[in-house]
């Protein structure tokens, strides 16, 4: 039986700010490298450290930038910056404002550990062998490679705060993708890995609604868009999607949408 996929867009969410890259540096250091910045840095700026030990010192204050770190910078700051123990191997990269950075919740001004230093490496040599040959639009590409390696931090981050519950991806991409399917609870708790009760008070959680009324509505959404763009009657829309029958379907619809789904044809048909 045919049916319509929910259409994904964006909406207010794409109104996100996006870093600009300014530049990157590649430093393998030893103990002769010392920096100072009287008037701190010109533009904000993220270390990668993924080999040996470095310090920053920064208002006052001084932090240890070691392996598998990295550390992002504030412009205008008095510091300063040096290899420890003879070994520092880092990526340097500065960009245009710390909006981005702000948005995804990366922490600013303190060393933060992360295990994602070798994906972040790659995506450096990415960067540099980007801008060393620049292709047809690598000044797109290295944007896109910095917005990409920022994200990886803020994922990795976002994955570890307690009200994240990445054990509900896989159920709720079984939901999206299974839309012209029964819901089968036992199934989507068995997904999760959680207990029934921990697998409902978690859902709920997350989406606000309970698993049942939230297929009902991907469901509703699919309605709509069979409604829009094909000839199936309203009972081949029901039974494809499956409800129970036309007419509760039909009474389902018109409490979400406020209209009939034959009045909701009529005012939003594109065919």
Known sequence: MTYMNIPYGLGERSAV????LLSVWQVQADDTYQVN???GFA???IFITYEGKGSLTQAGARYELYQDT???VQK????SYQCQDNDWKFYFLDFNSLDMIRF??????ETAASEKTAEAVQLCEKLIDNMIVQPLGYAYTANLLLQEMLLLFARERSASEADRHTELDPVLYAMH???????VIDELVRISGLSRSAFFARFRSATG????????????ESAKASLETTSLSVKEIAAGLHFYDEFHFSKLFKKYCGLTPSEYRRQNSVT
């Open 70 to 72: 990295y550390f992002i």
């Open 17 to 20: 700010p996006l870093c600009r």
């Open 177 to 183: 993708k299974n839309i012209n399917k029964p819901l």
């Open 76 to 79: 205008g700051i008095p510091c």
């Open 209 to 220: 609604q309970s698993p049942g009324a939230y297929m009902v509505n991907l469901k509703l």
């Open 37 to 39: 910045k009287g008037e």
């Open 104 to 109: 995804l919740r990366l922490s600013e001004g």
């Open 43 to 45: 533009a904000p700026g």
